[in-house]
């Protein structure tokens, strides 16, 4: 079955920098990439998501970029700021079945 | 947020009871899930369901089982709690389009205590 990892497990940036979040997969077939947000206390929320069809999506500071070949995808955010603290949880999907997830990234933003 | 909601949102019970847990959504959406949540381990699925009375297993359904009668509401039922039932669960939804899951939302959670 799928196999997603996720690093790095924790990540610590200055606000304004960029952060970096990768996943590898090990299904070739999973098409359905989606990333979520969690913050401490809250429920994981949808921030974004790229299917196999593209190699990238972004949303204002947000980009998800896939490697099929190298089965992985990264998250990527630029200009941190404070409220992106929190854990990012990637996700992968083959067809219809279901998501598998990682293990999470907590980010730190220090102002 | 889609509207999903959990009850209870928070449970304190002892070894050896039984604990439902419910999942209510006003989506109409097809497909429920119930996820847990743990330190170390992310969201793990314990089972799913794809319609009224349609049911799977997840990765971690041992000591769960489910029930859903009606497309709104989905439970998961501990019949025994354990200590190692200790967690975060999570209750999410998604649709159908053209065969395939749609995106997940997930409920507010409910955090289970046994002691």
């Known amino acids: 079955g799928e196999n997603v990892e996720q690093h790095p497990s924790t990540l610590s940036v200055q606000e304004g920098d960029s952060a970096v979040i990768k996943c590898t997969y090990s299904?070739?077939?999973?098409?359905?990439f989606p990333w979520y947000k969690q913050e401490l206390g809250k429920r994981p929320q949808l921030i974004i998501d790229?299917?196999?069809?593209?190699g990238e999506k972004k949303d204002q500071r947000i980009a998800v970029t896939l490697n099929k070949t190298a089965k992985h995808f990264s998250l990527h955010i630029t200009e941190t700021q404070p409220e992106d603290s929190a854990v990012y949880f990637c996700?992968?999907?083959?067809?219809?079945?279901?998501?598998?997830f990682g293990k999470g990234t907590k980010l730190s933003v220090k102002p | 947020d889609a509207g999903i909601t959990q009850s209870p949102r928070h449970k304190v019970t002892e070894t050896g009871t039984p604990v439902t847990l419910r999942c209510h959504q006003t989506?109409?959406?097809?497909?429920m899930y119930w996820y847990r949540q743990d330190p170390g381990h992310g969201l793990r699925l314990i089972h799913y369901?794809?319609?009224?009375?349609?049911?799977d297993k997840g990765e971690v359904s041992d000591g769960y089982s489910v029930s859903r009668s009606k497309t709104e509401d989905f439970l998961l039922t501990l019949e025994s709690a354990t200590s190692s039932q200790t967690s975060v669960y999570f209750c999410?939804?998604?649709?159908?389009?053209?065969?395939?899951?749609?995106?997940?939302?997930f409920g507010p959670g409910t955090r289970l205590l046994v002691l």
């Open positions: 999410a939804i998604s649709d159908n389009l053209a065969g395939y899951q749609e995106t997940q939302y």
């Open positions: 299904d070739s077939a999973s098409n359905y």
């Open positions: 790229i299917r196999s069809n593209v």
């Open positions: 996700a992968a999907r083959r067809g219809q079945g279901n998501l598998i």
């Open positions: 989506e109409n959406h097809r497909y």
């Open positions: 369901s794809y319609g009224v009375k349609d049911t």
